[in-house]
């Protein structure tokens, strides 16, 4: 059964940090991409950054550019992202999702919040 974990999530002030991790476990079919999702309260779920392992190509929504890194490591299924300068904006669930043969894998999500 394949299994996708997020962690890393919490509570930091603004212009603070955070580095969300997700692995994805179970799963023999070749990953090709991961991403990092979020939702906001009230809001729809939206893309962040994605990561194509083959490739070692990044992509960034404009929300994350500049202050967010997506990297991954294609041996372990795992990719990270690296958040600084977190605004009250960025307050959301932070879903992954995987990319393979079949339906895209989801986790259960993992919570930022940014508040004074």
């Known amino acids: 059964q394949v299994k996708v974990v997020e962690s890393g999530g919490g509570l930091v002030q603004p212009g603070g940090s955070l580095t969300l991790s997700c692995v994805v476990s179970?799963?023999?079919?070749?990953?090709?991409?991961m991403a990092w999702h979020r939702q906001a309260p009230g809001k729809q779920r939206e893309l962040v950054a994605y990561?194509?392992?083959?490739?070692?190509?990044?992509h960034y929504e404009e929300s994350a550019k500049g202050r967010f890194t997506i990297s991954g490591d294609g041996a372990r299924n795992m990719i990270t992202l690296q958040m600084n300068n977190l605004k009250p904006k960025d307050t959301a669930v932070y879903f992954c999702?995987?990319?393979?043969?079949?339906?895209?894998?989801w986790g259960q999500g993992t919570q930022v919040a940014v508040s004074s």
């Open positions: 999702s995987a990319r393979r043969p079949g339906p895209d894998c």
């Open positions: 179970g799963d023999d079919r070749t990953i090709t991409s």
């Open positions: 990561y194509i392992f083959s490739v070692a190509a990044t």
